[in-house]
């Protein structure tokens, strides 16, 4: 059994700490737990018979723990990541990785330097129909591709930003952007391939946060494909949609649903055995926008650790797409379009 522990019992904390409580992952369990506010620690221990503690230095030193699990504010991934990894368990580390491209760099070392492999969370790419999308593309079954495009239409009311202080600063969130599009941002590379630059607008359209609710990004592909995200919190009453459309001049795929979960569009020229089922056998209802990701992401995480195999988002996977947000950000800052491969120099993001 891998022995997992947590650090950082907040939101997103109730369904990794599920999974790995109710031994929904084979050859994974939780064994302690840790958060500043003991009694969120304290909640989550008593469910699953487990240690809770305050600090998580006293947690690393109390337990024997094979892999740690970080999941505080956004701007303190890095922190938390260079103080743990000399105990040498491996680590996971909730997205964004980090806010700025020097912290995620510190983060590789110090992870590097210790030995120990680094998770970065990105549970949509495990989402059941992205993994279909994914297998098409590596057939070549799109020819050469056109477009692509991610669409995050989510609501999140001020009741949201209110409930914690980090919420939507530049020091320890950042916006829509790195917060609830960061998966999108990070599906759209991983699928249509590396970007050349981007181009970006932004506004606070409904949010009264320091950062961005809003936002629309122009990229160009190495491959001469074009791209658009479009992201806002901004929707009411309710979540829209979380979706991607890849287009190519053989074939086009749309997954939508309010979480990348429903295969909407298959279409190719050359037809495959199997095609007709695709649509009615790829969709999948998430009961949250988090998705069902985070099952096979920990099942990967299992199996990488046991058979030391091939990581699919480790700290460089995590970095890139970390880049690609930083990129983004500098080109709203300076209303310029900006090439990858870049030194940040206006981008706010991660700045106290
Ligand atoms: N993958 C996803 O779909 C997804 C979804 C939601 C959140 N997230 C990410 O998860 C992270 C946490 O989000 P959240 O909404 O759960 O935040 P949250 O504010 O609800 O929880 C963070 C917790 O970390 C604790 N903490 C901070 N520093 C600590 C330390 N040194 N030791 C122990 N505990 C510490 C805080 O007290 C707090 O309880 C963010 O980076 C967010 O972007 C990912």
Request: aromatic fraction near 8%.
């Amino acid at each position: 059994m891998i022995k997992f522990a947590i650090v950082g019992c907040g939101r997103i904390s109730k369904r990794h700490s599920e999974l790995l409580g109710e031994n929904q992952i084979s050859g994974a369990k939780l064994v302690s737990v840790c958060d500043l506010k003991l009694e969120k620690a304290e909640m989550i221990a008593k469910k699953f018979s487990i240690n809770a503690y305050e600090c998580l230095h006293d947690m690393m030193k109390s337990e024997s723990i094979d892999v740690v699990v970080i999941l505080t504010e956004s701007g303190l991934h890095a922190k938390n990541t260079i103080e743990l990894a000399p105990y040498g368990a491996h680590i996971v580390v909730e997205k964004p990785m980090a806010l700025t491209l020097d912290d995620a760099d510190k983060m590789i070392e110090a992870c590097d330097k210790n030995n120990i492999k680094l998770f970065v969370v990105k549970q949509n790419r495990f989402n059941v129909p992205v993994v279909q999308l994914r297998k098409a593309l590596d057939m070549g079954r799109f020819g050469k591709l056109i477009m692509g495009t991610v669409r995050v239409r989510w609501c999140r009311p001020q009741s949201y930003y209110d409930q914690d202080a980090w919420r939507g600063t530049w020091a320890f969130d950042g916006g829509v952007l790195t917060n609830q599009a960061s998966h999108h941002v990070d599906l759209l590379e991983w699928l249509m391939g590396d970007v050349e630059s981007v181009f970006a607008k932004s506004k606070k359209a409904l949010a009264d946060i320091e950062a961005e609710d809003t936002a629309v990004v122009i990229l160009k592909f190495r491959n001469g494909a074009l791209g658009l995200i479009e992201a806002t919190t901004a929707i009411r009453p309710k979540d829209l949609e979380g979706s991607i459309t890849i287009l190519g001049e053989e074939g086009s795929v749309e997954i939508g649903g309010f979480a990348v979960n429903e295969m909407k569009t298959w279409n190719f020229s050359k037809s495959l055995e199997g095609d007709d089922d695709v649509i009615e056998k790829y969709s999948v209802n998430p009961p949250n926008v988090y998705g069902f990701g985070h099952q096979a992401y920990y099942e990967h995480i299992v199996d990488c650790i046991k058979n030391n195999s091939s990581q699919l988002v480790d700290g460089l996977q995590g970095r890139k797409s970390l880049e690609l947000i930083n990129a983004i950000y500098e080109s709203i800052e300076t209303g310029k379009e900006v090439s990858l491969r870049f030194s940040p120099k206006h981008s706010k993001l991660g700045q106290i």
